[in-house]
């Protein structure tokens, strides 16, 4: 009787930690898979802006440089899909770099500006003094910020604003404090859901 008993906790436990695996594989697909959606259309409305700007060469770079900047952001999600070890456990794992501010800056204007051009919404860029380079994971850094973005656009009204704020104060310890700030006009939170 005991030797069953452990044969069926033994057996429970193996389930739970499947459908742990599961779960987290789950998690890590939906949210690639929302990742993913936002500069895949990104080039599909820049590529849209590019033949209607096809006697403008000023413009057509411009829409062409963002093209770029969407497509290097989705090449390296799809770099994160194909490591299955990442899927599997749940887990990603960090690559540190330095990231100038101005290169910061110009995927923002490659990824975000389209994004809020497409649905005819006013972004205002507040970057105030930035110090030193940070050492971050570029690809990360750069989904938080898409993550927070394309809620904003996606729950604000056309007409309306998206305001980013940067800032950055140097630590006792060398290290840099950044902090990045989203606002928008859209339809908010509910106190409950905000705490969660």
Known sequence: FEHEREQIRKMAAAMDSANAANKAKSEFLNRLSHDIRTPMNIIQNMTDFALADLQDQDKLIDDLHKIKGANAFLLSLINDILDISKIESGNISLHLE???????????DDIIV????????QLKLHPGPIEGTIMTDRVRLNQILLNLISNA??????????????????????????TLVVKDTGIGMRPEFLAH
């Open 98 to 108: 330095p990231y100038p501010f101005q290169e910061y800056l110009q995927a923002i």
């Open 153 to 178: 656009v996606k729950y604000t009204p056309s007409g309306g604003k998206i305001d980013l704020s940067f800032s950055s104060e140097k630590q006792p310890s060398q290290k840099l404090l950044c």
């Open 114 to 121: 389209p994004l809020c051009r497409s649905k005819n919404l």
